[in-house]
């Protein structure tokens, strides 16, 4: 079904057994939800008739929201991951110094 249609049998399977979306902080609208098998003895989601997947507050606390970061950040973040792991193969050994090592052979042979 169609979690973002509140008239899915999805939807309404979300908001009668209590599920909340998987990390809405990211500011997605996830349709990956967290569906209990079923609701504990007494409990019953607030809300339960007018409240879309998305506004359930059946949802346990969340440590602080961070906002998403900018693109920017990521690329800048994404460069470096990408100097670290291409680095570490680009390095020659320690143990043999002036040797390639045995990953940027493997590497230069394919």
Same mark, same amino acid.
């Given at each position: 079904?169609?979690?973002?249609?509140?008239?899915?049998?999805?939807?309404?399977?979300?908001?009668?057994?209590?599920? *909340?979306?998987?990390?809405?902080?990211?500011?997605?609208?996830?349709?990956?939800? *967290?569906?209990?098998? $079923?609701?504990?003895?007494?409990?019953?989601?607030?809300?339960?008739?007018?409240?879309?997947?998305? $506004? #359930? #507050?059946?949802?346990? $606390?969340?440590?602080?929201?961070?906002?998403?970061?900018?693109?920017?950040?990521?690329?800048?973040?994404?460069?470096?991951?990408?100097?670290?792991?291409?680095?570490?193969?680009?390095?020659?050994? $320690?143990?043999?110094?002036?040797?390639?090592?045995?990953?940027?052979?493997?590497?230069?042979?394919?």
């Amino acid at each position: 079904g169609d979690v973002h249609d509140p008239e899915s049998e999805v939807s309404r399977a979300i908001r009668e057994r209590g599920g *909340y979306a998987l990390m809405p902080e990211l500011g997605t609208r996830p349709a990956n939800h *967290y569906l209990p098998r $079923q609701l504990p003895q007494g409990a019953a989601p607030a809300n339960a008739e007018a409240a879309s997947p998305h $506004q #359930t #507050t059946a949802r346990p $606390q969340a440590a602080a929201v961070r906002p998403a970061p900018s693109e920017a950040a990521l690329e800048v973040e994404a460069r470096g991951l990408f100097a670290k792991l291409f680095g570490a193969f680009s390095k020659p050994s $320690q143990t043999h110094a002036g040797h390639k090592t045995a990953e940027v052979t493997q590497l230069e042979a394919r």
